[in-house]
């Protein structure tokens, strides 16, 4: 796929309402979305193409060495879908600062009027983005300046709690791009905003995964960022709706474009069976995690469209396995698609 193939996609996706964007590793992810009526800029100009609300923003700069990839994943009694945004292993990582550091003013923010706020990279060390705050707050400044060069998470700094005291934007930097979350930080034991926001779990970051297991990723790659078509059978806020028949082809369109040749092999093969009529122990299916799940999606998919298999596939293909928990663990981190 040449740059201008990818950059036109990518431009697309930004002006589709329902698209939901996330950027960050795993255990660490800022999330932009934006309501059906809410305004939104679209920046589109030499470097750099955004998407801009009054709550956060999603921008790109160069995707030339970005590889598009489409996965779907089963999860209870539906499916997660997203298109990871990767870069080869051996070009993805960022600073991997294990400290508070002070980066100075943000002069490639996505709106022109954050572009004096202090940069302070949180210090969290992980591989493909670096995680930030940015605030013009001279009092968290002057916070934050005292803690430089310490740990977040060292006994008896402050720095932690004065942060999502003050709730400044979290900015959330790969090699390609960058997501802005403008929204406050809600309490430990608060609920995430709805809209823009970001998670940092201390748990899923010290398993040093770049993305969740149950995620499938280019040999080679690593995913930082993911774009997460619109549902058919989740709104954006991953509540139950009605069967969309228009956003379940696109999304197939865009997995036959982007997605793993031998997955996509292997639902269509399913697919012919289960219509067909043949036994479902004549399966076939390879003992493996992104099978199994490639087969209990098309499963549930075919639930949902009105073209119920045999019952003999629902019991093959509902198998405990043990991949639910990690599955679970994936939309949790990734968002609600």
Not at 56 to 85: N, P
Not at 143 to 168: C, D, H, K, Y
């Amino acid at each position: 796929m040449t740059k201008r193939d990818i950059t036109g996609f990518i431009r697309e996706q930004l002006r589709t309402q329902s698209s939901q964007w996330n950027l960050g590793t795993f255990g660490a992810i800022a999330e932009f979305q934006r309501d059906p009526d809410e305004a939104f800029v679209l920046t589109d100009e030499p470097g750099r193409l955004a998407a801009t609300t009054a709550r956060g923003g999603v921008g790109f700069g160069d995707l030339s060495a970005v590889r598009l990839f489409a996965s779907e994943t089963a999860i209870g009694q539906s499916w997660s879908h997203r298109i990871s945004l990767c870069l080869p292993a051996d070009a993805c990582a960022m600073n991997r600062r294990t400290v508070l550091t002070e980066l100075g003013p943000d002069s490639e923010a996505l709106r022109p009027q954050d572009r004096d706020g202090i940069l302070f990279d949180m210090g969290l060390g992980t591989l493909q983005a670096d995680i930030c705050i940015r605030t013009a707050d001279p009092g968290l400044i002057g916070t934050l300046r005292a803690a430089a060069g310490r740990s977040l998470f060292e006994s008896g700094n402050p720095a932690m709690a004065a942060i999502v005291a003050a709730g400044p934007h979290r900015v959330f930097m790969a090699r390609f791009g960058r997501c802005e979350v403008y929204q406050p930080i809600p309490p430990a034991d608060g609920k995430s905003p709805e809209g823009p926001h970001t998670h940092v779990l201390p748990k899923l970051l010290r398993s040093g995964r770049t993305h969740a297991a149950t995620e499938p990723v280019p040999d080679g790659f690593v995913p930082c960022a993911h774009l997460v078509p619109a549902h058919p059978l989740k709104d954006g806020l991953g509540h139950r709706r009605p069967w969309d028949q228009q956003a379940h082809d696109a999304f197939q369109a865009m997995l036959g474009e982007y997605g793993d040749v031998r997955l996509l092999a292997l639902k269509s093969r399913l697919a012919a069976a289960m219509a067909s009529g043949a036994p479902a122990d004549a399966a076939a299916i390879p003992d493996d995690r992104f099978a199994r799940h490639a087969a209990r999606v098309l499963l549930r998919q075919m639930l949902q469209s009105g073209h119920a298999p045999a019952a003999s596939w629902t019991a093959l293909l509902e198998r405990e396995t043990g991949d639910g928990d990690e599955a679970a663990a994936a939309a949790d981190d990734y968002g609600h698609g």
